[in-house]
């Protein structure tokens, strides 16, 4: 494990994104709120935050960090469900992992409420695509250096 006593304390953020892939039928079903588990984003939403407080217990290195703010969005589109995690601290060290951990576990929450109804289901793209803070400073998957714009283009998007 790296040690990080000697660093001070700064604010960091990282997002982080995932794609679940689904049926049309799966898609409907969800803008309908007919899903048979019950509230599928709602139930995504909490795992995932509930996930990025938990990153230290799932990777044996990680450091404990407190995690100071932490948010989901989720949108359903015509081929399924972008998730976008950002998580938030004031800390010795980033939370890059905590943000990604956040984002797959939001998709695998929606997975394991759908498989029901559509095994074809799929988690697909899950990546870091931002963060700011810290020595190296701000970096972002559209100009994938430092210094960038803390924003992730993306396809799916328009940007």
Request: include cysteine; hydrophobic fraction near 45%.
């Amino acid at each position: 494990m790296v040690d990080v006593t000697g660093k001070a304390p700064t604010v960091r953020q990282a997002r982080a994104e995932a794609f679940v892939a689904c049926s049309p039928a799966i898609v409907q079903a969800l803008r309908a709120g007919s899903i048979p588990k019950g509230d599928v984003l709602a139930v995504a939403r909490i795992a995932g935050i509930a996930a990025a407080k938990r990153v230290p217990d799932l990777l044996p290195l990680a450091h404990v960090i407190g995690v100071h703010g932490a948010r989901l969005d989720l949108e359903v589109t015509d081929e399924g469900v972008r998730i976008e995690a950002s998580v938030r601290t004031a800390d010795r060290t980033g939370v890059e992992m905590e943000a990604l951990t956040a984002a797959t576990v939001a998709g695998l929450a929606i997975v394991d409420m759908v498989k029901g109804v559509d095994r074809e289901v799929e988690l697909r793209g899950a990546r870091v695509v931002a963060k700011s803070g810290g020595r190296s400073g701000d970096w972002s998957r559209e100009t994938g250096e430092a210094g960038g714009t803390g924003r992730a283009s993306r396809a799916d998007d328009g940007a």
